[in-house]
């Protein structure tokens, strides 16, 4: 994908980027773990799921270097909730820890750390209450990923793979996720943007909120070293990588799959760092770009 910015929305031309934020694999003595079973108990105050392990968990300690030592886990487990924690139903809907009961089949995947404490990346259950029918608002405007641009044009992809054009006015504010004025917008990144839907589909943008600039996103390059088809999780060059429902696939100029990560594939993963304390222990993925 090309690398100009978009400098004409904003009025300036050039940025100056942030040094780019690279989460860094897990620690020797630390591993990730596979468990399906039911919640034993549910604590909203401590943000705990003790889980009830269904015959035998998985569990993968990195010893350093290419080692990794297989643990089973049996028993129940206590598994910490983070704020970036998937939590999520069949459908990939998200579901709020207070709707979590006692006796909910769970499917979780989490890292461990030498102590043996889990720290849950995503969590999985049955679909728990029935989706909202009825009309939908009309559309006033399109989110995506920027694949081109061309002069006051942006050409964005949906989350349903659907290539949307954005027309860029004098007038169109531009804005960071964190607020103020963005420095400019590159393909890659990720935008909201309102405005008036046009007759041909496209959207004359009144307002565009870059929600992760590529350039200074936290992000972990390298081959998918492993792929956890029911938690939708990869491990990226020693990273964890967990994967919502609101991740952006891409391959060049078009929409990909989760199903596309197959082990041996060249990834480039942008996202927000899963961290405990200072320990960096995974990303979870707002775009994965395949190479």
Not at 91 to 102: C, F, H, L, Q, S
Not at 243 to 249: D, W
Request: proline residues 6%; aromatic residues 4%; hydrophobic residues 45%.
């Amino acid at each position: 994908m090309a690398a100009c910015l978009i400098a004409a929305v904003v009025g300036t031309g050039s940025t100056v980027a942030a040094p780019v934020v690279a989460p860094a694999p897990l620690a020797r003595g630390w591993g990730w773990l596979l468990l399906s079973g039911t919640a034993a108990a549910v604590n909203g105050s401590t943000r705990t799921i003790t889980v009830a392990v269904s015959g035998e968990g998985r569990a993968e300690i990195f010893e350093g270097g290419t080692a990794w030592r297989h643990e089973a886990v049996t028993g129940t487990q206590v598994v910490h909730l983070l704020s970036e924690t998937v939590l999520v139903d069949a459908d990939r809907g998200p579901v709020p820890i207070a709707t979590i009961r006692p006796g909910t089949p769970l499917l979780t995947w989490g890292v461990v750390r030498p102590d043996a404490s889990t720290f849950g990346l995503t969590v999985v259950m049955p679909r728990l209450h029935a989706r909202a029918s009825g009309a939908s608002p009309e559309p006033t405007g399109v989110s995506g990923v920027v694949i081109r641009s061309s002069g006051r044009m942006l050409e964005l992809l949906n989350q349903g793979g659907v290539q949307k054009s954005v027309i860029v006015t004098g007038t169109t504010a531009v804005h960071a996720a964190a607020g103020g004025a963005a420095p400019g917008i590159s393909p890659d990144d990720l935008v909201n943007v309102e405005g008036t839907i046009n007759s041909d589909g496209s959207v004359s943008a009144t307002r565009i909120d870059v929600t992760l600039a590529v350039a200074t996103a936290a992000q972990v390059s390298g081959g998918v070293a492993q792929r956890l088809d029911d938690v939708e999780g990869l491990v990226v060059t020693g990273v964890p990588v967990a994967v919502s429902g609101e991740t952006f696939f891409v391959r060049g100029t078009g929409p990909a799959t989760f199903k596309q990560c197959a082990p041996g594939q060249a990834v480039t993963v942008y996202g927000t760092p899963i961290t405990i304390g200072s320990q960096s222990v995974g990303l979870r993925a707002a775009l994965v770009v395949l190479r």
